[in-house]
């Protein structure tokens, strides 16, 4: 959810909004608006942005079974990021 993603970058300066004046933290939908695992994070600013690209890249998100999943940031421009979840 949202909330959790708010929660893991607790430690990190997010936007106000983001592109879409939606929150900082914009879930991605796949087919029929499932979720993806992916979100939008936009930061105060690029080097913030790069600050959590630097602290958070293939970190553990959790744990699940068999399966751990981490968190893979991709920079974007004007201090976004793509994190998503890979296992």
Known sequence: TADEVYA???????AATGNRGTGAVEL???RHRRPSGQAFVYF???TEAFRARDALHRRPWCIEGNSVYRVEV??????SVLV????
Do not use: I, K, N, P
């Open 28 to 30: 991605l939908r796949g």
């Open 8 to 14: 893991f970058l607790s430690g990190f300066r997010l």
């Open 44 to 46: 105060e600013d690029a």
């Open 74 to 79: 991709l920079e974007d421009f004007q201090g």
């Open 84 to 87: 998503g979840e890979e296992d």
